[in-house]
């Protein structure tokens, strides 16, 4: 693992709230925050110029937004109509490609969340839900920049491997696959952006050397 500096933990922070956000059901003051998304580019700015290009796009798109016209493309994308008909790109959707079942899969998330202090409990959206994997992410960085800033390298070392294990292990194995399904499906310029720049932010941030 690459040792980050304290901006470096703060920034990424920063990105995946954002993210985690923007993941979820569109609401106003959310998905058409210019606080949000100028918010965004200054991070993305600071993580590489793919990272800044696509938040712009991204931003563009934001600023244009029809709130409920992205709410019928979030629901055909991400939400089930019922258990016999899945949505385009959820989470689960990818779960039979997976040799882990949807039940250890909720065992492992429920471990790692717990061993990192996280509760899930406090979001609405399912275990699996990228919005609270993101979260989750954000709240490892944030924890590390914690202890970098106190010098308690243990606190480093944990929340930094915590954070290795938890994309490396998981969401390499499906995030992927499900940016592509938007990519491949979406309608909408927003969600396009969105998922080019979650790949670039998870995939191509310091510390993530694995390949898309």
């Not at 010098?151 to 290795?164: A, S």
């Not at 390499?172 to 932010?201: A, D, G, H, M």
């Amino acid at each position: 693992m690459k040792t980050l500096c304290d901006p470096d933990f703060l920034v990424l922070a920063e990105s995946y709230k954002i993210l985690a956000l923007l993941y979820r059901r569109p609401s106003k003051g959310v998905h058409d925050s210019k606080k949000l998304h100028d918010s965004l580019v200054k991070s993305a700015s600071q993580i590489n110029q793919k990272a800044l290009e696509v938040a712009k796009r991204l931003r563009k798109t934001g600023n244009e937004l029809e709130l409920e016209e992205q709410i019928v493309e979030y629901s055909r994308l991400f939400e089930k109509a019922d258990d016999k008909l899945p949505s385009l790109c959820s989470n689960r959707y990818f779960e039979p490609t997976r040799q882990d079942s949807n039940d250890n899969l909720e065992n492992w998330l429920t471990e790692i969340y717990h061993e990192a202090g996280f509760d899930n409990g406090l979001f609405d959206d399912p275990i699996d839900h990228i919005s609270v994997e993101l979260s989750f992410i954000h709240h490892l960085l944030t924890n590390a920049a914690k202890g970098l800033k106190d010098d308690d390298m243990t606190i480093i070392n944990h929340f930094g491997e915590l954070r290795c294990r938890f994309v490396n292990e998981h969401m390499v194995k499906w995030v992927p696959e499900f940016t592509r399904c938007i990519l491949t499906n979406s309608k909408s310029p927003f969600y396009l952006q969105l998922s080019i720049l979650t790949r670039t932010i998870i995939i191509n941030c310091p510390g993530e050397d694995y390949q898309a």
